[in-house]
């Protein structure tokens, strides 16, 4: 969506520059791209004047543009001379569509370029530069140079498709005032036509029709405007109906009238029925689409595009005008049959205020009357007036709820009031009635989008809803700890959709797949009830391309039902191929389901835990596979991939699978790995102990980690079996110091790694 600040302005009582409009916008949803604020022309005297060395018809002139520092610019206008006041162009200045710059013409330096009426957009003549009153101070602009806006237009917010939309909303941001459009001057001229609608996806068809135009070119306003936005004037019927289309957000069609035979049908198009464009193109049409069709035949497939038969030139005196509110269904599915997107099918597809036609068809003709003449010759209307009767039930409290930011009913009500809402207190709970420009308010959590958003997300940092936030963030420390293990670990971090497959799920789990209605493809037709499906996708597909050797790990929200709150983190490992790459000091060995094993031990963080291996899950080998218990808790699974899993997934290599289905059951990582850098180097002990044969070294230097939270790395270096049912684990710790540490302070610290291990494990300090 494009337009200009003066536009901008039509609806808007503002101080704003363009730079806090594009900020203030961005902020509230709409995202500006781009501001488009291009060089003006300005007046200059030629000062000097002399022929080209290398040109029979170019000059070589010297202009003062008032900023004190002659320009030269090379020119072949018969008309330059000195003492001329004309429009130059300096560089930076976009003529006809081009930036102008500063280059050589035929080895003579041109700093700008002198301009022709044509070139400026004022006039026809072409024949030399521009011939300005010798009292135009120079340096002035000659004409305005519009700021233009780009924005993306989300689809749940037709409203900003119009200029007068975008302005409300501003208002209600407080970026100024909004001024309401003045009534239009209305028309009840009966017509000699009617207009018979046939089918219930249009409820609402108007015409008018005016004879005795002078179809010219558009007023400088209108035109100047829509060629800022990329839009080719043409004259003053066509210019108006697109004009309205930007400035209203109602889309409008004209026709020539002395080409329209008889009534006005709307009607869907019969099976096989052939349709010109207007571009010339040929469509054939089903009974899917709808059209606005005489006597003769079509006229325009409705919303979408109008037809070649009756389309207006600059020839037509007798016009009629079309405003119609069209079902957004019917329009969208014809246009994406057809391959067309117009402005009025883009309008249409997100619906369009339907209470508007009537002002819009108004002003339409009044805007055709002034600037090409005529007159009413008849209108007509059929159909019914749409009048949206949204009726929300609104509980100011749940704004608290939803969000957890404190903001008084008095507050509500205004920001409500600022964006056209009627809102009426009936003791405790409102009613809010939408203004019928925002087609896609319709519950209550609508209401509460919109006033976060115009309240600001950036003052909600702080907001907790029912304790929500404390827990979220404990939850996302909880996640950023184990996600920092893992990578420790040598895993990579996996991330798939939110969305999974059916059939997939069904192989894997008997857990039940939440269906999605309206899935983005087939093979995405589930809110995904556990992350393994896309883990052995993204397995699949490395494994295709040669990359066979994996460690990769997913942890995000999987879903138990399609309720509120029906959702849970879960977490999946897989490791597959050879446990390291090929190496000159000795062979590596393919993964295997003690590998899997080791990464759950390590999350548990010398937690004491028990493994069963009864009951195997769907996806796993029979024989290869355990259950972390914690009591009757299982608070993980690990194993090989089932050899009929692995081939459904085409699968060759060997898979260990690791799966904590509820991320939250494991113990709180410790904060070793989120460190805070200081200025003190950090400083390495090594420690052995011995210990029984069978106790697992994991948990022996986990154990030794959490003797101080100054310790941020644990490595074994050394691991041998001492007979007699014992073995020595040697591993090396790493101190970050927040402050200086003395020999009795590391040697204090010493001791506490070798009491906490000596107390929480089956281990003695190794004394030689």
């Known amino acids: 969506m494009k337009w200009t600040y003066d536009w901008l302005k039509d609806y808007l009582t503002t101080t704003a520059s363009p730079d806090v409009i594009s900020e203030t916008l961005t902020r509230i949803g709409l995202e500006v791209e781009d501001v488009d604020a291009p060089v003006a022309p ?16 170019l000059h070589v002139l010297m202009v003062d543009d008032g900023s004190g520092t002659p320009r030269q ?40 370029m002198m301009c022709s009426a044509r070139e400026l957009g004022i006039g026809d003549d072409h024949d030399g530069i521009i011939e300005l009153p010798d009292s135009t101070v120079l340096g002035m602009p000659v004409v305005d140079a519009p700021v233009v806006f780009d ?5 749940n917010r037709p409203d900003y498709l119009s200029v007068m939309g975008i302005a409300r909303d501003l208002a209600a941001a407080g970026a100024g005032t909004f001024r309401a459009p003045s009534a239009p001057h209305q028309f009840q001229v009966k017509s000699d036509r009617h207009v018979d609608i046939q089918t219930p996806t249009c409820p609402t068809y108007r015409f008018c029709e005016i004879h005795g135009i002078k179809n010219v070119k558009s007023p400088r306003l209108i035109a100047s405007r829509l060629a800022a936005i990329g839009i080719n004037p043409k004259n003053v019927a066509v210019d108006t109906t697109n004009y309205i289309c930007y400035d209203m957000g109602q889309p409008m069609h004209c026709f020539d009238a002395d080409l329209v035979r008889g009534n006005i049908v709307v009607r869907m198009a019969r099976p096989g029925e052939e349709f010109t464009d207007l571009f010339g193109n040929n469509h054939t049409l089903t009974d899917a689409d709808m059209v606005i069709a005489d006597d003769a035949g079509i006229l325009a497939v409705a919303g979408v595009i109008g037809g070649a038969r009756a389309m207006t ?10 405003s119609a509110y069209f079902d957004p269904v019917s329009v969208r599915k014809t246009a994406k049959r057809m391959g067309l997107s117009t402005d009025a099918s883009y309008r249409y597809e997100r619906g369009i205020d339907p209470t508007i036609n009537g002002a819009a068809l108004a002003r339409a003709a009044n805007m055709i009357m002034d600037a090409a003449g005529g007159e009413i010759v008849g209108s007509g209307f059929a159909g019914k007036m749409v009048t949206p009767n949204v009726k929300i039930e609104y509980n100011p409290a749940l704004l608290r709820k939803k969000t957890g930011i404190d903001m008084d009913p008095q507050t509500q009500k205004q920001i ?19 203004t019928t420009a925002r087609v896609d308010i319709q519950i209550p959590e609508n209401i509460v989008a919109e006033l976060v958003r115009l309240y600001g997300y950036d003052q909600i ?24 293990q893992l990578v420790a670990r040598g ?12 059939a997939a799920e069904a192989l894997l789990s008997e857990k039940a797949s939440v269906m999605v209605a309206n899935p983005i493809t087939a093979d995405l037709n589930t809110a995904r009830n556990g992350l393994l499906g896309n883990m052995l ?6 494994e295709k391309r040669g990359y066979g050797d994996l460690n990769l790990f997913e942890l995000g929200t999987v879903f138990d039902g399609d309720m509120p709150g029906d959702q849970h983190t879960q977490l999946v490992i897989a490791r597959t191929g050879m446990t390291a790459p090929r190496h000159w000091l000795g062979r590596s060995r393919v993964v295997d389901v003690f590998d899997a094993k080791a990464d759950v031990i390590a999350l548990m963080q010398g937690q004491k835990v028990t493994v069963v291996t009864d009951n195997p899950s769907k996806w796993a080998h029979p024989f290869r596979w355990g259950a972390v218990m914690q009591g009757n808790k299982k608070i993980a699974e690990f194993g090989q991939l089932h050899p009929n899993i692995a081939r459904a997934w085409k699968i060759k290599n060997p898979v260990m699978i690791t799966i904590v289905d509820d991320v939250a059951a494991l113990p709180k990582t410790r904060r070793r790995g989120n460190v805070t850098l200081t200025d003190f180097q950090p400083i390495t002990r090594d420690f052995a102990f011995i210990t029984d044969a069978d106790f697992p070294a994991a948990t022996l230097v986990a154990t030794a980690a959490a003797a101080d939270n100054r310790i941020i790395d644990t490595v074994i270096f050394d691991a041998f079996d001492m007979g007699d049912g014992k073995k020595s684990i040697a591993f090396t710790i790493t101190i970050m110091p927040r402050e200086n540490m003395s020999d009795a302070d590391l040697q204090q610290l010493q001791s506490a790694v070798i009491d906490r291990v000596e107390s929480k494990c089956p281990a003695r300090i190794r004394d030689k």
């Open 537 to 542: 996708n993204a397995i699949a597909n490395n």
């Open 416 to 434: 409500l009031s600022a964006l056209d809402f009627v809102v009426r207190d009936d003791g405790g709970v409102w009613t809010i009635y939408p």
């Open 42 to 57: 300005v007046a200059a005297r030629i000062v000097e004047c002399r022929a080209h060395e290398n040109s029979d018809h």
């Open 151 to 155: 924005a993306g237009i989300t689809p």
């Open 461 to 484: 940092a702080g907001a907790t809803a029912h304790g929500a936030a404390p827990m979220a963030a404990a939850a996302q420390e909880l996640n950023l700890g184990v996600k920092r």
């Open 313 to 322: 030139g600059d020839d037509t005196t007798n016009i009629i005008l079309e």
């Open 73 to 112: 610019v090379v020119c072949g206008a018969p008309n330059a001379r000195v003492g001329l006041v004309s429009a130059l162009a300096r560089p930076g200045c976009k003529i006809g569509g081009n930036e102008i710059k500063s280059g050589k013409l035929r080895g003579v330096l041109s700093d700008g």
């Open 491 to 502: 895993l990579s971090e996996c991330v798939s959709f939110g969305f999974g497959n059916a």
